[in-house]
């Protein structure tokens, strides 16, 4: 899904929606490199700016699919962003909200301390010491 401001012409700038672009950061082997960024396309996506009759884009099957120009994939490069977390100790849950997809196997519970107060010396925290997926 996605949206478009771009006027009719040969360049089209889709703006990708969320959901998409966390899916396509969650996979391993799309969109890492030049070398796995290819697009394939229906006759569906579009047609002939004349409009004299139905002419649709030509279709680019996922067998021919055309891979990205060189240069042309700029990376994520931005690291994932705690937004919020919700802590259940009837259930001993806590929750993390990230601002796009994290790798659950790579879940370091060690490194998340909770604490009583947002300074550098706190009243009191707790490191986690395990936790389970």
């Keep these: 899904g996605g949206s478009t401001d771009s006027p009719d012409g040969l360049v089209i700038i889709v703006d990708l929606l969320p959901v998409d ?15 796995n960024t290819y697009i394939s396309i229906t006759p569906d996506l579009a047609t002939d700016a004349v409009r004299r009759r139905p002419n649709q884009v ?16 700029i ?6 962003m705690l937004l919020s977390f919700t ?10 909200t990230f601002n796009e997809p994290v790798r659950v ?16 010396a706190p009243i009191d925290n707790r490191t986690l010491i395990g936790g389970e997926n």
């Design 58 to 73: 030509q279709y680019i099957p996922p067998s021919q699919a055309l891979r990205v120009n060189p240069g042309g994939l």
């Design 105 to 120: 196997s790579s879940i370091m519970y060690e490194f998340i301390t909770l604490q009583s107060n947002p300074s550098a």
């Design 87 to 96: 802590l259940d100790l009837e259930s001993d849950l806590i929750t993390l």
């Design 75 to 80: 990376q994520d490069m931005v690291p994932p």
């Design 21 to 35: 672009t966390n899916e396509m950061r969650a996979l391993d082997d799309l969109a890492t490199s030049e070398n």
